[in-house]
DNA sequence: AAGAGGATGAACT
DNA sequence: GTTCATCCTCTTG
């Protein structure tokens, strides 16, 4: 299990951490507890010309001014006041990119999930979205700027020597941004061909 | 100070 | 297929 470094999360190539980000493992320890699952389905937001992501344009809010840290630095957001969305900024320290995580296969520590998500069964409701993954994962907007690249970090992303083809990645526009216009369309949602784990949006 | 809207998910019909 | 919970952040006045 090599975790990964900051050089991997600082290329400019939004899109391509995006697709190679599937297949990693993200790793939680949070309260004593530690969980595990497979990154099955990614999406990336670019700094310029994408009018979907957060700070597009240079937009400096409270909110975004996480995406504007380094590249290998956790952006957590709250969304319609009630989901905690998982992000990994990247690029270099000034230019506000990121990575969401939508979707994960669980690896260990299902029960965990399962009790953090009141389920009694391992379903694909689990982890499958990224509101419900951060919660089985245990992230929530106080985890917001954690660095992922430190040994000791509470979020971590790993590879585990998974290897995923070319041909399994499967692409297509990204979820909710409609508000974005032309760039709604841009093919920057990435996901494992064939996994049920993905999430159930369209 | 107030209002609108959002990178969703669950529970409905 | 639709509705709506729920609250933070940003915009506007």
Redesign the pocket.
Known sequence: MDLLQRPFFERPAVTEIARELVGKVLLTHIDGDTVSGRIVET?A?AAEGDK???AHLG?F????KTMFGDGGTAYI???????H?F?IVTNQSGTPE?V?IRAVEPLTGADIMMERRNLKKKAR?LTA?????SQALGISTNLNETDLTLPKSPIRIYDDGFRVMASSIETGP????D?AGEDALLPWRYSLKGSKWK?P?K
């Open positions: 999406e937001y979907a992501c957060h937009k809010t409270k909110r975004t957001y709250l969304c319609y006041g009630i989901h969305l992000n990121a969401l409701n979205g990224p509101g419900v993954m990204r979820v909710g941004v508000y999430s949006a």
